[in-house]
């Protein structure tokens, strides 16, 4: 008898329920918390550097007692002119250990708008988009060993 392996709801390529999409929420919690163990203690900017990898960028856009909003990105020089990209503000919910990206921009066509009448949650399918990439951004910047920790060891650099 063979065993059937299923992944996670969050990895499949489309959005199973807004349950899921909350499932996803807080595994981005936890990895952003990984990445920034003490979100509280940190310089407003400060870049995360490992041999053989870009250079994260991460900024402190808002601190409140439930929440603290991130923006995530790596900076590219193109042609003189630099660019970032992703280009992610992140806010993370402490309180309820969920992360979820902001400030979204989908392009909405027929088969998007059947999706999201199906689950009945207008933005689902955008949502989902946006947040799956943090997912996989996230464990990919972890697994180069990139960190952000409030004592700015040798390879966080404070920008302030």
Not at 8 to 19: C, G, I, M, T, V
Not at 31 to 54: F, H
Request: glycine share 4%; net charge positive; hydrophobic share 35%.
């Amino acid at each position: 008898m063979l065993l059937e392996r299923r992944n996670p709801a969050h990895l499949d390529p489309r959005p199973a329920s807004f349950a899921a999409l909350m499932e996803m929420y807080e595994d981005n919690y936890l990895a952003l918390r990984r990445l920034c163990p003490e979100p509280a203690g940190l310089p407003p900017r400060s870049v995360s550097r490992v041999a053989g990898a870009l250079d994260l960028h991460l900024e402190v856009l808002e601190r409140t007692r439930y929440t603290t909003t991130l923006h995530l990105t790596y900076h590219f020089d193109h042609q003189g002119e630099q660019r970032r990209q992703p280009d992610m503000r992140v806010r993370m919910f402490h309180d309820a250990h969920q992360a979820e990206v902001l400030e979204l921009h989908c392009r909405r066509i027929g088969e998007d708008l059947a999706a999201e009448m199906r689950t009945g949650h207008p933005g689902l399918l955008c949502r989902w988009r946006h947040n799956r990439f943090l997912y996989k951004w996230l464990r990919y910047c972890l697994r180069q060993g990139h960190r952000f920790r409030a004592d700015a060891g040798p390879e966080v650099v404070a920008l302030d």
